[in-house]
C-alpha cells in the first residue's frame, strides 16, 4: 500500500536551534516527495519537493531535506529554527491510483519553536 | 510561486441550503484540480480529482450527488455542498496542478471554513 508516515505529533525546538520533522513513505517506483507547511485556518503553502537529482533538495524559508532511498525517508530540516516557523508540516508523496495521480499525506507534525 | 485562490474563505449558511466554493488559478492553466476536506487537527482527505471538461473522480465514501464538482475552464473549479448539514461542516481546500510540463506540484488554495447551523 501507498502511505507516508510521520512518527511524530509534536517537535519542539528551542528557537536557534536545528530542526528535523521526520517523513518515511511507501511508495511503488520511483517516489515523488513533497513538503508543505500549514499555518492555521490557511492553505498549504509549497516548502520543496523532490522528484530527481540530488539528494537534498533547498526549499522556502531556509527548509531543505534529504531523501534517502535505502531508508525510504524524506526528513525536513533547518538549521536554525525561528519562532515564525512554528506551524503544521505535512509530508507528501505522489502515488498512481485508479489511473489518476494524486498526493498522499502524511498525518502532519506539528513544530513549535519556543523563544 | 503559482497561486491558488478560493471564494469566500469563510460561509455560515442554514441546515438544507446548498453552498458554492470557488477555485481559481490565479497565474496557470490547471488542467487537473483537486477538492480536500479537513478536520480539526487532522491530515488533509481527498474528496475528489477533476480534470478540465470532464466529470470528477470521486474518493470512495464521498457522495458524488451531495458534492457536486464543476471544473469548467483551466483556470476555475467549483464545489457545490448541496442540502448541507451540520457534519458537513468542515475546512475545505482546493488544489491545482499546472498542465502536464514536467513539473509536479500542486499548488493550494487557501481554503474555505464552512458552518453549517
Known amino acids: 500500500a501507498q502511505s507516508v508516515a510521520q512518527p511524530e505529533d509534536q517537535v519542539n525546538v528551542a528557537e536557534g536551534n536545528p530542526l528535523t520533522v521526520k517523513c518515511t513513505y511507501s511508495v511503488s517506483g520511483n517516489p515523488y516527495l513533497f513538503w508543505y507547511v500549514q499555518y492555521p485556518n490557511r492553505g498549504l503553502q509549497f516548502l520543496l519537493k523532490?522528484?530527481?537529482?540530488?539528494?537534498l533538495v533547498k526549499g522556502s524559508y531556509g527548509f531543505e531535506a534529504e531523501f534517502n532511498k535505502s531508508q525510504t525517508s524524506f526528513h525536513l530540516k533547518k538549521p536554525s529554527a525561528l519562532v515564525s516557523d512554528s506551524a503544521l508540516y505535512f509530508c507528501?508523496?505522489?502515488?498512481?491510483?485508479?489511473?489518476?495521480?494524486?498526493?498522499?499525506f502524511g498525518a502532519g507534525t506539528r513544530l513549535a519553536v519556543h523563544p | 510561486g503559482a497561486v491558488v485562490s478560493q471564494h469566500p474563505s469563510r460561509v455560515i449558511c442554514k441546515s438544507g441550503t446548498s453552498v458554492k466554493i470557488e477555485c481559481r488559478s490565479l497565474?496557470?492553466?490547471?488542467?487537473?484540480m483537486f477538492w480536500y476536506r479537513q478536520f480539526p487537527k487532522q491530515s488533509l482527505m481527498l474528496m475528489a480529482t477533476s480534470n478540465e471538461g470532464s466529470k470528477a473522480t470521486y474518493e470512495q465514501g464521498v457522495e458524488k450527488d451531495k458534492f457536486l464538482i464543476n471544473h469548467a475552464s483551466l483556470t476555475l473549479s467549483t464545489l457545490t455542498v448541496t442540502s448541507a448539514h451540520p457534519e458537513d461542516s468542515s475546512f475545505y481546500i482546493c488544489?491545482?496542478?499546472?498542465?502536464?510540463?514536467?513539473?509536479?506540484?500542486?499548488?493550494f488554495g487557501p481554503g474555505t471554513r464552512l458552518l453549517v447551523l
Open positions: 507528501a508523496v505522489r502515488a498512481i491510483s485508479g489511473g489518476y495521480n494524486k498526493l498522499i
Open positions: 497565474d496557470f492553466q490547471a488542467t487537473t
Open positions: 523532490y522528484i530527481t537529482g540530488d539528494n
Open positions: 488544489s491545482a496542478r499546472e498542465a502536464p510540463t514536467g513539473r509536479e506540484t500542486q499548488y
